[in-house]
């Protein structure tokens, strides 16, 4: 495929209909107004313990607690939309904790469950960091100065091999503008590398302005097709704002290209 090609094409590509989540948790998509499970991501049938026609069409009232459900459906009746929500804990029958999160698209609730990692001290200090971070971000008085503080910090924070920020001009070109690795690493340097705006295309950058945080915890992990793919009522599923999306598989390529065997992205809008 030549450049111009690929260009169109990634142009195009509808990242947030993708129809697939990323398998360390599952996805279930419930009609809005019966809270009946319409939709759900193959990988439930491992994960949750059940068949799939044993989800599908079922009350997610009949999956979960009592505890469980009467939050759900006050959280449905307050509104919900676009922002996640994190629902609490449940077992779906299963002898294993999940963590639930919640958003709504349009008449789809979409409930994402990922395995519980457990609560302790060690994530009260994270917070701690985090709010210093966020006070020395606030503090910064150039762009310039906010990115080396967000690379430096986001490096601390999570651990991560290499943090840089990557700034967008107006034609979708990409600029690293700064960059921090963590000591004794023999990583080449992206400091000051200038990208077209193919690496990154306009599909995808739409999405990042209306979700802002995104993590693929692994490039080689496949993908869980959600089931079944399209809904005669509302049609293909948006999952612009779950937090388990799949990635695309040209971007997914582009990372172990590079190297990356994860990443976590965070968008910085300025003046948005």
Not at 73 to 78: A, P, Y
């Amino acid at each position: 495929m030549d450049t111009e090609a690929l260009r169109r094409y990634c142009d195009t590509e509808p990242v947030h209909f993708i129809g697939a989540i990323q398998p360390h948790g599952v996805l279930l998509a419930l009609n809005s107004v019966t809270l009946v499970v319409e939709r759900v991501s193959l990988n439930a049938q491992q994960q949750l313990q059940r068949e799939l026609n044993e989800i599908i069409g079922v009350p997610v009232s009949a999956l979960v607690t009592a505890d469980t459900y009467s939050r759900l459906q006050r959280r449905v009746l307050e509104g919900l939309g676009d922002a996640i929500r994190h629902l609490g804990v449940d077992r779906f029958g299963t002898d294993k904790d999940f963590d639930i999160l919640l958003h709504q698209c349009g008449d789809v609730v979409l409930l994402e469950a990922e395995l519980a990692q457990g609560r302790n001290l060690i994530a009260l200090e994270f917070a701690e960091q985090l709010h210093e971070s966020l006070v020395r971000c606030e503090k910064a008085q150039s762009i310039q100065c906010l990115a080396e503080t967000v690379v430096a910090d986001v490096r601390r924070l999570t651990g991560y091999d290499r943090v840089m920020v990557y700034r967008f001009a107006e034609d979708g070109a990409g600029h690293v503008i700064s960059e921090a690795m963590g000591d004794n690493l023999q990583l080449e340097s992206f400091l000051d590398l200038h990208y077209p705006a193919t690496d990154i295309p306009e599909p995808a950058r739409r999405v990042m302005l209306l979700k802002r945080s995104r993590v693929i915890v692994d490039v080689d992990a496949p993908a869980s097709p959600v089931c079944p793919a399209t809904n005669a009522a509302t049609g293909a599923l948006d999952l612009t704002y779950a937090e388990l999306r799949a990635a695309a598989p040209v971007h997914l390529e582009y990372l172990r290209n590079m190297g990356v065997t994860a990443s976590l992205s965070l968008s910085i809008v300025v003046s948005g």
